[in-house]
């Protein structure tokens, strides 16, 4: 006998069941382009333009929905990275329509990771003795749900 598995119908629904229960780092990394002749290992160079590139990943399993945001930030000085994820626990298992997981990574979990994006970005450039950039405040309009390798441009 399989268990019936409860299906959501909107982004309230949703948002009421989904608690959150913790913020977890995949990265947290920084590299200074002085001293260095050769481009690192994403390609990345000393006189590129400056840009911040994000990510946004969100993964269901169990009772267990997590939305993962990773930015990466080139400057002329620099490269730094921040990978968060915001775990959310869900009373039971559930059924999640593409569309609503999609909103609720954008408007409910990005406001959650961005702050520890941006304290992330700008600790590793003052650990580097770098100038600290500043993503940009979050336009909920322009976030969305990416495929891995593409990226938008939010440095400021």
Same mark, same amino acid.
């Given at each position: 006998?399989?268990?019936?598995?409860?299906?959501?119908?909107s982004l309230e629904e949703l948002q009421k069941l989904a608690?959150?229960?913790?913020?977890?780092y995949y990265e947290v990394s920084g590299r200074r382009? %002085?001293?260095? %002749?050769?481009? %690192?290992?994403e390609g990345d160079t000393q006189d590129c333009r400056d840009r911040a590139d994000i990510q946004?990943?969100?993964?269901?399993?169990?009772?267990r929905l997590s939305v993962r945001t990773r930015a990466t930030v080139v400057t002329s000085e620099g490269?730094?990275?921040a %990978?968060?994820?915001?775990?959310?626990r869900t009373p039971e298992p559930l059924s999640i329509p593409a569309p609503i997981a999609k909103h609720f990574a954008e408007v409910i979990a990005t406001p959650v990771t961005r702050p520890y994006l941006r304290e992330a970005i700008h600790q590793s450039a003052v650990r580097l003795g770098i100038a600290a950039p500043l993503l940009s405040v979050l336009d909920l309009e322009d976030v969305g749900l990416l495929p891995a390798g593409a990226g938008v441009t939010g440095l400021s």
């Open positions: 006998m399989s268990a019936v598995v409860r299906e959501i119908s608690e959150l229960l913790d913020i977890v382009f %002085d001293g260095f %002749d050769q481009p %690192d290992d946004l990943m969100q993964r269901m399993e169990g009772t490269r730094m990275v %990978d968060v994820a915001a775990v959310f």
